[in-house]
């Protein structure tokens, strides 16, 4: 902890606040933030020095508005220091915080930047419940408060990753009338589908992250938790309170979880009503966030009834490109359109900025005006379980392979080596006939690629750095579609019903993988993995070569730490069965790409 930096406030105020002039800004620290059932909050102010009206940045939430990146998740920060120094050029990076704007970047181009610490967590005293109804009011009564003080033109946008991304959804549904322009950058947007239940499979990450990420800035933990590099003040302070007061005063949301296998209103009441977000939309999602993120922000995107929008996919780490000079150009000249009304040329922007992959982690920014890109040709590959191959007309005959759900690596189908650079953008489908020896089957599907040499070529994730090109999963139990919201490239399924298997009989399952945007170079091969359970990347020797992070529990070997391993869920008496493949003739089985033709 850099202590030469820390400055003990000497002038607080009777609301607890106080505020100081340094690093070119006046910071108001623990500003009182009343909601509408009596509790305050408390918000960092980050403003220019001289006085005026300026448009205002605000975030919202659970990971400690005075937690600094570097001490939160000293790993990742090394990473992306280390790797990423123009993104941390020209900053102390002491005001630095992990997923939201930093300051210092931002108050000098004269924006005003609020960090509030949401119900529960860091300064501020309730229950917490995260991403709650509850909570998403609160962020409402935030930005009418923001847009109301004298210092604020009015206009509020919003701007940050994952939870900062993900309540913006839920927000902008409520239609707060000064918020004018939200930045999506690589957020949820359905709890069941993209965060709990993959296809209908309980993700254990939500365990690991209320365990290591929530408990840990809970209002309360007070000196057993972290203290400010900058002020010196008790992170989830001021008070500590007993290990059971903090219990009481927390909705396990991992436990209600797993209360909900099935997509009720429970997870209903989080899902925000995309045809009443009228706000100016720019969405950005990562092609590798597989798979917690860049479904909501396609979705979002799609659904939203914004009449101005935009999506921008890009590639590596989570935390990267939202800081690296890219990605802050990109926000600010969004914001500047629509914040401080520039004339900037954003209005001219492509509806949809793509930085296509490509082996080594190099990308082509394309614009396009439409997702899915209209000249996409949806091009479907036939599975054969005689060849192991994806041909492109099914075989004339029947065949079969089978393989354990639980202990074996599946089987794959290939592809063979590309004539020319192929490049497959958009949406991914996939049509199987299985047959299982027990009531249920699992269905993880992973789309790879392979070099000429058949090693395995993977792609830097927003955590894992061994990734396949994209993944897709399938409870066979929760087979049932959405027949209104379903489309021949993204079959949707309902989730609201088990319907169990017959041991023997064949089924007909429907199954996507997350869209992608990649070049095949010529001479590598594109396969489709089918298994029953999680992906693991090959390359790895041994554990020491597997990668980690230090604010999660576990290595990671191609899934990041969105594991599938919870045995109550996965008892291996049903889902270490015997599952097989039926295709040929009568049994059509393929996977569906966008296939799109140069321009």
């Not at 296998?261 to 990562?286: H, Q, V, W």
């Not at 690629?449 to 792609?459: A, N, R, Y």
């Given at each position: 902890m850099a202590k030469t930096l820390m400055r003990r406030p000497k002038n607080k105020k009777k609301d607890g606040s106080w505020s100081e002039i340094r690093e070119g800004m006046r910071i108001d620290w623990d500003v009182p933030i009343t909601m509408d059932d009596g509790l305050v909050l408390r918000a960092n102010v980050y403003r220019p020095t001289k006085k005026g009206k300026y448009p205002v940045l605000i975030s919202h939430g659970t990971y400690g508005k005075d937690l600094a990146f570097q001490d939160g998740y000293p790993s990742a920060w090394e990473l992306f220091s280390n790797d990423h120094p123009e993104a941390i050029a020209g900053s102390t990076n002491i005001h630095q915080n992990w997923e939201?704007?930093?300051?210092?970047?931002?108050?000098?181009?004269?924006?005003?930047?609020?960090?509030?610490?949401?119900?529960?967590?860091?300064?501020?005293?309730?229950?917490?419940?995260?991403?709650?109804?509850?909570?998403?009011?609160?962020?409402?009564?935030?930005?009418e408060w923001a847009g109301e003080q004298s210092w604020s033109n009015g206009k509020v946008g919003l701007a940050g990753i994952s939870y900062y991304a993900v309540n913006q959804w839920q927000v902008a549904a409520l239609r707060p009338k000064h918020l004018a322009a939200m930045c999506v950058w690589e957020g949820l947007s359905d709890f069941y589908r993209e965060m709990i239940y993959h296809g209908g499979i309980f993700s254990s990450y939500?365990?690991?992250?209320?365990?290591?990420?929530?408990?840990?800035?809970?209002?309360?933990?007070?000196?057993?938790?972290?203290?400010?590099?900058?002020?010196?003040?008790?992170?989830?302070?001021?008070?500590?309170?007993?290990?059971?007061?903090?219990?009481?005063?927390?909705?396990?949301?991992?436990?209600?979880?797993?209360?909900?296998?099935?997509?009720?209103?429970?997870?209903?009441?989080?899902?925000?009503?995309?045809?009443?977000?009228?706000?100016?939309?720019?969405?950005?999602?990562?092609?590798?966030?597989?798979?917690?993120?860049?479904?909501?922000?396609?979705?979002g995107y799609l659904e939203s009834g914004s009449k101005?929008?935009?999506?921008?996919?890009?590639?590596?780490?989570?935390?990267?490109?939202?800081?690296?000079?890219?990605?802050?150009?990109?926000?600010?000249?969004?914001?500047?359109?629509?914040?401080?009304?520039?004339?900037?040329?954003?209005?001219?922007?492509?509806?949809?900025?793509?930085?296509?992959?490509?082996?080594?982690?190099?990308?082509?920014?394309?614009?396009?005006?439409?997702?899915?890109?209209?000249?996409?040709?949806?091009?479907?590959?036939?599975l054969n379980t005689e060849k192991m191959t994806l041909d492109k007309g099914k075989d004339k005959k029947n065949h079969k392979s089978t393989y354990k759900g639980m202990s074996s690596d599946g089987v794959t189908f290939m592809m063979s080596p590309m004539k020319s650079d192929f490049e497959i953008c958009g949406p991914i489908a996939t049509k199987l006939f299985v047959s299982s020896d027990t009531v249920d089957a699992d269905i993880f599907l992973v789309l790879r690629?392979?070099?000429?040499?058949?090693?395995?070529?993977?792609?830097q994730g927003t955590l894992d750095p061994h990734t396949p090109i994209a993944q897709g999963w399938l409870r066979a139990s929760h087979r049932k579609l959405d027949k209104k919201k379903s489309k021949p490239y993204w079959p949707w399924h309902t989730h609201d019903e088990k319907q169990p298997l017959k041991p023997g009989q064949i089924y007909e399952l429907d199954i996507d993988l997350h869209p992608t945007g990649v070049v095949i170079p010529a001479g590598y091969r594109l396969a489709l993995t089918v298994r029953g359970k999680d992906y693991v990347w090959p390359g790895a020797k041994s554990q020491d070569e597997q990668f980690t992070l230090s604010n999660l529990a576990k290595p990671m070997t191609g899934c990041g730490p969105f594991l599938h391993e919870e045995p109550r869920d996965r008892p291996k008496t049903v889902f270490d069965g015997k599952v097989t493949l039926h295709t040929g003739k009568a049994y059509g089985a393929w996977l569906m790409l966008p296939i799109i033709p140069p321009k």
């Open positions: 939201v704007v930093d300051p210092e970047h931002w108050v000098p181009d004269n924006y005003i930047c609020i960090r509030v610490d949401s119900r529960g967590s860091g300064r501020s005293p309730g229950h917490i419940f995260h991403l709650s109804p509850r909570e998403t009011l609160d962020f409402k009564d935030c930005i939500s365990r690991n992250w209320y365990d290591n990420r929530i408990r840990t800035v809970q209002h309360g933990a007070g000196k057993r938790g972290y203290k400010s590099r900058v002020t010196g003040e008790l992170i989830a302070g001021p008070s500590t309170l007993l290990d059971e007061e903090l219990k009481k005063n927390r909705t396990n949301i991992s436990k209600e979880y797993e209360k909900h296998p099935l997509n009720d209103g429970f997870y209903k009441e989080r899902l925000a009503d995309f045809s009443m977000i009228e706000t100016p939309l720019l969405s950005c999602a990562n092609w590798a966030g597989q798979p917690l993120h860049p479904r909501g922000n396609y979705v101005q929008k935009w999506l921008e996919c890009h590639g590596l780490e989570h935390w990267t490109h939202f800081y690296t000079p890219y990605g802050r150009d990109l926000q600010k000249q969004f914001f500047g359109y629509f914040l401080k009304g520039e004339k900037n040329g954003w209005n001219k922007k492509p509806k949809v900025m793509l930085n296509v992959r490509r082996p080594g982690e190099k990308f082509t920014p394309r614009g396009e005006s439409e997702w899915p890109l209209k000249r996409t040709k949806w091009s479907k590959f036939y690629m392979f070099s000429p040499d058949l090693t395995e070529v993977t792609f």
